[in-house]
């Protein structure tokens, strides 16, 4: 998993992975064996960098999809297991995604797909 995650980072950072970062990554899966603590922290921020920016999409995809489900079903979701902690943004949520700049936007995002 490790190896993963910075075998992607590294294509992320400069569209694609030499074959000598790949051979550390493969000689130990867990912690690769970098050469000198410059090189481990430039990993560690790659690594850091995509995780983050993983998160952000993820993290993006998820509130479309609530979004979506919420204006078919036009009730809100059950604040159960992970969304017991978010019942008290609900509102302000709806709100944001009502505005009327939100609706520019996505009357603008639109046409611009067409």
């Known amino acids: 998993m490790v190896e993963d995650i910075i075998r992607e980072a590294n294509r992320e950072a400069d569209g694609s992975v030499d074959g000598e970062a790949d051979a550390l990554v493969m ?3 867990m912690a690769p064996n970098l050469r000198s603590q410059t ?3 430039k990993q560690r921020e790659l690594v850091k960098k995509w ?3 993983k998160m952000g999409e ?3 995809q998820w509130k479309k999809r609530l979004w979506a489900t919420y204006k ?3 009730k809100p979701p059950k604040f159960e297991g992970y969304l017991a902690k ?3 943004n ?3 949520f709806v709100e944001c995604k009502t505005s009327e700049d939100a609706e520019a936007l996505s ?3 639109q046409e611009e797909c067409k």
Do not use: G
């Open 90 to 92: 609900w509102d302000a």
């Open 51 to 53: 995780a983050l920016q």
């Open 39 to 41: 090189e481990m922290d």
């Open 86 to 88: 978010q019942e008290h």
């Open 27 to 29: 000689e130990k899966p």
């Open 72 to 74: 078919k079903d036009k």
């Open 58 to 60: 993820l993290f993006r």
């Open 107 to 109: 009357k603008k995002k």
